[in-house]
T-cell receptor, first 113, second 114 residues
Framework: DGGITQSPKYLFRKEGQNVTLSCEQN?????MYWYRQDPGQGLRLIYY???????QKGDIAEGYSVSREKKESFPLTVTSAQKNPTAFYLC????????????FGPGTRLTVL | QQQVKQSPQSLIVQKGGISIINCAYE??????FPWYQQFPGKGPALLIA?????SEKKEGRFTISFNKSAKQFSLHIMDSQPGDSATYFC?????????????FGKGTTLSVSS
């Protein structure tokens, strides 16, 4: 089955710790994205990548970092610099950026204890 | 300039009724307008999308109406069913601008009562 997988589904972190969220796709898509979802805030773009070894900051990149070493993988690290990291994180991919359908993963719910 | 404004924030409709969600945009370069549907605890999924060369697109009970001059587009759900209860997001992008991502509205939570 083609699709996007995110792991883990639930993640708990202590304050001051960095944590990495996994996102893998087997759709052979060039573009990948990370969004943060909070109640009433919609989907806010954290980072996106058009191609391997290239990525751009989105609207709320502060306190986050990404890498894109392989086409199918786009991990997101939530650093201790992110002041309010508790949220639902969604990864997506598309054939290319711009006006293309984005396919979303099932999400990771991160809770900071 | 880059915002997509969505309303209402929440909507309650009786079974069999029509649900209407509206979005407005400012950037006249936008040329792709999708709607996504999200169930609780799941990722959003594309529901229907439209490009500005048509004023309406229908897929089953779901219809997008597009008004280019007013820079508005809307989602109509006919014969709304309890299974339609979800959060709906509109979005927009400029296909010709390389390196751009979709810009999403803040979402509308739809509840269809039986």
């Amino acid at each position: 089955d083609g699709g996007i997988t995110q792991s883990p589904k639930y993640l708990f972190r202590k304050e001051g710790q960095n944590v990495t969220l996994s996102c893998e796709q087997n759709l052979n898509h060039d573009a990948m994205y990370w969004y943060r979802q909070d109640p009433g805030q919609g989907l806010r773009l954290i980072y996106y990548s058009q191609i391997v070894n290239d990525f751009q900051k989105g609207d709320i990149a502060e306190g986050y970092s990404v890498s894109r070493e392989k086409k199918e993988s786009f991990p997101l690290t939530v650093t201790s610099a992110q002041k309010n990291p508790t949220a639902f994180y969604l990864c997506a991919s598309s054939i290319a950026t711009g006006g293309r359908t984005q396919y979303f993963g099932p999400g990771t719910r991160l809770t900071v204890l | 300039q880059q915002q997509v404004k969505q309303s209402p924030q929440s909507l309650i409709v009786q079974k069999g009724g029509i649900s209407i969600i509206n979005c407005a945009y400012e950037n006249t370069a936008f040329d792709y307008f999708p709607w996504y549907q999200q169930f609780p605890g799941k990722g959003p999924a594309l529901l229907i999308a439209i490009r500005p060369d048509v004023s309406e697109k229908k897929e089953g009970r779901f219809t997008i109406s597009f008004n280019k001059s007013a820079k508005q587009f809307s989602l109509h759900i006919m014969d709304s069913q309890p299974g339609d209860s979800a959060t709906y997001f509109c979005a927009a992008s400029d296909s010709d601008q390389a390196g751009t991502a979709l810009i999403f509205g803040k979402g509308t939570t739809l509840s269809v009562s039986s």
